[in-house]
Antibody
Framework: EVQLVESGGGLVQPGGSLRLSCSASGFTYSRYVMYWVRQAPGKGLECVSAISIDGSSAWYADSVKGRFTISRDNSKNTLYLQVSSLRLDDAAVYFC????????????????WGQGTLVTVSS | EIVLTQSPGTLSLSPGERTTLSCRASQSVSSGCLAWYQQKPGQAPRLLIYGTSSRATGIPDRFSGSGSGTDFTLTISRLESEDFAVYYCQQYDSSPRTFGQGTKVEIK
């Protein structure tokens, strides 16, 4: 059974930082592109970052570029998101998501989601 | 960036009814790279449909997807009590992956 367990969320002041982690199990973690998707309270879903299977390349939404850094440790089956210079509009539940590749691509639809970790930004 | 627009925003329905949710893309989603997710309050989204019409593992056959190009639909043939939730479409044809804003299916 695939399991994705996030941790590291919490209350932080504007301008502060956190490191989110996602522990993965039940699948060959090193073979899949991984994402962070966030959901602000009462709002929809937004992809914020993705990382290639070997960690050599990453993608960021414009809204977080330069402030967030995604990384992975395939030896520990763990995904990370370093979130810095936090703003009020970064407050959200952050989901760790496994991407299921489609033919000809290592990236595709989101077949497994963690339960999320809540980031609250407030002074 | 492909913008997905879902309609309607909210559906008020009774158990046993049939319903169709719409997802329209701002440009063609090639290769049918369109997925649907269900989200209940306090839970993570769950994959229902991928590749426009393929049901994910464990999804009952009352859920079906169809469409092509810029117009896609999710149909629930007979609403069960556990189907009242928010539904999101998502395209994975191009980067960035984008979601629609969601359709809430609520009990009438």
């Amino acid at each position: 059974e695939v399991q994705l367990v996030e941790s590291g969320g919490g209350l932080v002041q504007p301008g502060g930082s956190l490191r989110l982690s996602c522990s993965a199990s039940g699948f060959t973690y090193s073979r899949y592109v991984m994402y962070w998707v966030r959901q602000a309270p009462g709002k929809g879903l937004e992809c914020v970052s993705a990382i290639s299977i070997d960690g050599s390349s990453a993608w960021y939404a414009d809204s977080v570029k330069g402030r967030f850094t995604i990384s992975r440790d395939n030896s520990k089956n763990t995904l990370y998101l370093q979130v810095s210079s936090l703003r009020l509009d970064d407050a959200a539940v952050y989901f760790c998501v496994k991407s299921q590749g489609v033919t000809g691509s290592s990236d595709g639809y989101f077949d497994n989601w963690g339960q999320g970790t809540l980031v609250t930004v407030s002074s | 960036e492909i913008v997905l627009t879902q309609s309607p925003g909210t559906l008020s329905l009774s158990p046993g009814e049939r319903t169709t949710l719409s997802c329209r893309a701002s440009q063609s989603v090639s290769s049918g790279c369109l997925a649907w997710y269900q989200q209940k309050p306090g839970q993570a989204p769950r994959l229902l449909i991928y590749g426009t019409s393929s049901r994910a593992t464990g999804i009952p056959d009352r859920f079906s997807g169809s469409g092509s190009g810029t117009d896609f639909t999710l149909t629930i043939s007979r609403l069960e009590s556990e189907d009242f939730a928010v539904y999101y479409c998502q395209q994975y044809d191009s980067s960035p992956r984008t979601f629609g804003q969601g359709t809430k299916v609520e009990i009438k």
